[in-house]
């Protein structure tokens, strides 16, 4: 179990995770930028190259990233119980997605992504222990 404040730390460290991941993939300028990185990341630890990036596939990582990046700031600035809760699912789909693409032979790096995505997903949905009220009355064994 975790304590709230233990809580709303793991939710706001996944929140800044999401705005920094997200970031780079919400303007065309930003996304070609990183595309370009990733791919010469990706020759140069020896894997494939990645595929050219359509203009359907450069819509889309924008829509991405300008959804994540709003997500993130509502979880910086919302109750962040009930909204690590939808996160915590919306990781799970998110994993299963990435687990679907590796299928189909997407980069061996999906693997940090899923692992990222995954343990947050876990510890967003593990118990949260109830803050006591420091104005109510002591309880008394029955």
Known sequence: ??????????????????????LPFATPPTLAITWALLGRM???LGLAPLPELTVYGALFANFFGTVVLVWSVLRLRGDAVQLGRYDAVGRGIFAVWMLVALSRGASP???????????F????????TKARNPHAPPQTPA
């Open 1 to 22: 179990m975790l304590s709230a404040q233990s809580y709303r730390r793991i939710a706001r460290a996944s929140a800044w995770y999401d705005l920094a991941i997200a």
């Open 42 to 44: 990706e020759t140069r």
């Open 109 to 119: 790096l999906i693997w940090v992504f899923f692992a990222l995505e995954t343990a």
């Open 121 to 128: 997903g876990i510890v967003q949905a593990l118990p949260v």
